[in-house]
C-alpha cells in the first residue's frame, strides 16, 4: 500500500499574524521537525527561500543539507509569482519565472511547484474573461511543458480569493489546461469555501449538494497534491478561506479519509496549511497526531507513514 508523508507550510509563520514578525525559515524547519512532522512545503516569499537568494547550486546544497541533518523533506514549493499574474502578462514573461523557479526546484529535489491565478475574483465582461481565460491556459500550458523537462508537477490552488473559484470553473480550467504536468492542489478548507459556501463568486452562486467531496469527485484524475486544514465556513479579512485548526471547523475528517483513502495515500504527502491562523504555534503541534488519530479511528492508519 502507497502511504503520504505530512508536511507543514513555512508561509503558515510569515503571513497574517506573523507578517511584522516573521519566524525564520530555519526556525520554522526546526519546529517541524520537533513536532513530527515528515517534511516542510516552502514558502517562496521572502524572507523565506526565493530565487533571488538561493540561486545557486551551492547555496541550495547548503539548505538541502539543513533539512536532511532535521530529518525533513520538502513536499513542495509555493513559489511568488505575483509580478506576473498569468492571466495578465504574456508568455515570455511569465515564463521566465516559471523557469527560475523551476532551476530552483531542481537543485532542491522538488517535484511540486504551486501556482495560483493571482487575480481578484471581479466580474469580467464575456470579451475580457474569454482573453484572461485563454491567456491563463496558455501560460499554465506552456509552463507544465516546461516543467515536464525538470521532472516537475504545476498544482494549482484555487481559493474564493482568486479568479476563478467556482466549481465549474475550477474544473474547466485544468480540463482546458490539459497536461500531464498540471494538476490541481486541493486545500480541504478552499474546496469548502468554493463547493459548500461559494464565497466570493461573481454571478449566480453555484455551490455543490455533495460538498467538498463532490469536488472530489468531478476533480479525479487532475488532484496532484492536498493541502490539509479545517474551514469554519468564513472568510479571513472578507478575502480568502479562514484556515481553522484541525476539529474546530465544519469538515467531517472521517468522512475525508474513508471516502479519499486510496487518493490520499498515493498523494505522496500531504501538507498542513495554517495560514493566517493566529494559533499555529500551538495548533500545529496538535495536527500531526490528530491526523493520526482520524486515520486510525476509520482503519486507514496504514496511509500515513
Known amino acids: 500500500m502507497e502511504t503520504s508523508k505530512i508536511a507543514i507550510g513555512s508561509w503558515a509563520f510569515s503571513f497574517g499574524p506573523f507578517e511584522n514578525n516573521p519566524w525564520s525559515f530555519e526556525e520554522v524547519a526546526k519546529y517541524a521537525s520537533e513536532n513530527g512532522y515528515d517534511g516542510i512545503e516552502i514558502n517562496g516569499f521572502k524572507p523565506h527561500p526565493h530565487p533571488d537568494n538561493y540561486g ?4 541550495c546544497a547548503e539548505l538541502k543539507k539543513f533539512l536532511d541533518d532535521l530529518g525533513l523533506g520538502i513536499s513542495g ?8 499574474p498569468p492571466a495578465k502578462v504574456e508568455k515570455n514573461e511569465f515564463m521566465n519565472e516559471v523557469k527560475r523557479c523551476l532551476d530552483f ?6 517535484n511540486t511547484l504551486r501556482v495560483d491565478t493571482i487575480s481578484p475574483p471581479v466580474k469580467l465582461s464575456e470579451e475580457e474573461y474569454a482573453a484572461d481565460f485563454k491567456r491563463l491556459t496558455d501560460n499554465w500550458r506552456a509552463a507544465a511543458d516546461l516543467a515536464a523537462q525538470y521532472n516537475v508537477t504545476i498544482v494549482w490552488e484555487f481559493e474564493p480569493g482568486f479568479w476563478l473559484n467556482s466549481p465549474s470553473e475550477i474544473v474547466n480550467a485544468v480540463k482546458t489546461v490539459d497536461h500531464p504536468n498540471f494538476k490541481v492542489l486541493f486545500d480541504t478548507s478552499h474546496a469548502y469555501m468554493c463547493a459548500v459556501v461559494g464565497a466570493r463568486q461573481t454571478g449566480e452562486k453555484e455551490v455543490l449538494e455533495g460538498g467538498i467531496a463532490e469536488l472530489h469527485e468531478n476533480l479525479k484524475g487532475y488532484i ?8 469554519d465556513g468564513t472568510l479571513h479579512d472578507d478575502e480568502t478561506s479562514t484556515h481553522s485548526p484541525f476539529g474546530k471547523g465544519f469538515i467531517d475528517w472521517k468522512a475525508f479519509f474513508t471516502q479519499f483513502e486510496s487518493e490520499l495515500s498515493a498523494s505522496n504527502w500531504w501538507c498542513c496549511d495554517f495560514c493566517f491562523c493566529p494559533t499555529t504555534e500551538q495548533d500545529g503541534k496538535d495536527a500531526v497526531p490528530f491526523l493520526k488519530n482520524v486515520a486510525a479511528s476509520v482503519g486507514v492508519e496504514d496511509a500515513i507513514r
Open 77 to 84: 514549493f509555493a513559489a511568488d509569482f505575483r509580478e506576473v
Open 56 to 59: 545557486t547550486d551551492e547555496k
Open 105 to 110: 526546484c531542481k537543485r532542491m529535489e522538488i
Open 224 to 231: 496532484g497534491h492536498y493541502h490539509v486544514i479545517d474551514s
